[in-house]
């Protein structure tokens, strides 16, 4: 199943992306984020490349915790390559 959202987040700022994930959900868009979509004996890495690239949008919630989590740094960027222009305020 392909998803509407990848949503990449710090585990520190679970609380609001779990908010976040419940109000696009709410309004029918399908999210993906971690830990709840990762399924039982499946890695990391590769579910989230998965997610990713099966995904539409991909929501950054941007923190001080994303910005120096090493897991947010070790990502492939590259696998970001089929989003189109870069939304930023």
Request: charged fraction near 20%; hydrophobic fraction near 40%; glycine fraction near 4%.
């Amino acid at each position: 199943m392909s998803h509407d959202v990848f949503i990449s987040h710090s585990s520190k700022d679970k609380t609001i992306a779990d908010a976040i994930c419940a109000a696009l959900e709410a309004a029918k868009i399908r999210c993906w984020i971690a830990p709840r979509d990762i399924l039982p004996g499946d890695k990391w890495a590769g579910s989230i490349t998965k997610a990713i690239s099966s995904s539409r949008i991909m929501v950054l919630i941007f923190s001080e915790h994303s910005n120096n989590s090493e897991d947010v740094l070790n990502l492939d960027f590259g696998t970001f390559s089929h989003y189109g222009p870069k939304l930023t305020s």
